[in-house]
């Protein structure tokens, strides 16, 4: 009787210290690579995150998703979440090796901006910035299409623009009107150029530009890489960028821009790397903070197949759905 008695009280006490483990708070550090045009919503969704579980160290390190990506699969700097501008970026770079998962969560278009010092800004429109662009003394640039899909996104823009204005030989002006030095390693870099005057135009996506307070040209849906329903068009337009080994290339076809964010199958901190993703994907929290920002979720977010849906740690399953 007393075995029994004493069995039953470990049993009681098993249950609850497993019970305690297992509504731990989240706790420790959480490293996030993520888009430099998350930046800032990440921010505030870091902020807000912490304001809920005060035992998680958020540590954010941003540029642009394909360098962040092969920080990881090639460089082998240890990290727990990557956000991705690019969700492809994730497919080619990640999945497989370094996660089981690649969930969609957001959409973004590509928009010109620019400042009240900016040449000829009293005078640009959806319809003829193609000619500003190609106006000698206009400084313009765009990020780095090996490193950022801002980059290669806004060359897949151009490509697009040739076609749809009916100017022949656009892209091939545009471009010799823009020096290599107005390429920089990420979009965001762009920004204090265009506020200090030192550069005209920049091609950034439409939630920096709100972000920022930029003035900003808005394009047709057919070239702005924002509506899926255009991606027939937008796979017209391709670029080619570096591979993954030196010497080797890959080529970039348009589609609509579409987030993309992960777990690290080996990362430090799964537990809280966990809560922030829930927190994410949230309606109510980090989904609500990228609409407020100018980039519109998909809610609820996606993942393409049952197979992967069925590897998403249990918590999230509630806020993702299969879609392609």
């Not at 993520?34 to 969704?45: K, Q």
């Not at 240890?78 to 089981?100: E, H, Q, R, W």
Request: with cysteine; charged share 25%; net charge neutral.
């Amino acid at each position: 009787m007393k075995l029994r008695f004493s069995l039953c009280i470990l049993a009681v006490l098993s249950l609850l210290v497993f019970s305690s483990q297992a509504m731990a708070e989240p706790a420790g550090k959480v490293a996030i690579f993520h888009a430099g045009s998350l930046s800032v919503p990440f921010a505030e969704i870091e902020k807000n995150f912490e304001q809920k579980y005060p035992k998680v160290d958020i540590q954010r390190e941003s540029g642009g998703s394909t360098k962040m990506a092969r920080l990881i699969s090639e460089v082998g700097k240890p990290a727990d979440i990557m956000g991705s501008a690019d969700y492809t970026v994730i497919d080619k770079n990640l999945l497989g090796k370094f996660t089981d998962m690649n969930i969609r969560f957001a959409t973004n278009q590509l928009v010109l901006c620019y400042t009240d010092q900016s040449r000829l800004a009293g005078k640009i429109n959806d319809t003829n910035w193609p000619e500003i662009l190609m106006t000698e003394g206009v400084v313009w640039g765009h990020s780095d299409p090996n490193l950022d899909p801002c980059g290669y996104r806004s060359l897949m823009v151009l490509q697009l623009a040739e076609s749809y204005y009916k100017i022949p030989g656009f892209y091939n002006k545009a471009i010799a009107n823009r020096p290599e030095k107005n390429v920089r390693p990420k979009s965001v870099e762009l920004i204090s150029l265009l506020k200090t005057g030192n550069m005209d135009y920049a091609w950034e996506y439409l939630s920096v530009a709100v972000q920022h307070e930029l003035k900003y040209v808005a394009l047709p849906d057919e070239i702005n890489l924002g509506n899926y329903k255009y991606d027939s068009n937008y796979k017209n337009a391709q670029v080619e960028v570096t591979g993954k080994k030196p010497g080797t290339t890959i080529t970039r076809t348009g589609k609509s821009c579409t987030y993309g964010i992960c777990l690290i199958k080996d990362s430090q901190n799964p537990e809280a790397a966990t809560a922030f993703l829930e927190y994410l994907m949230d309606p109510e929290g980090g989904l609500k903070i990228l609409q407020d920002m100018g980039q519109p979720p998909f809610i609820p977010c996606r993942v393409p197949t049952q197979e992967m849906y069925d590897k998403l740690p249990g918590g999230l399953k509630k806020l993702v759905e299969i879609k392609e």
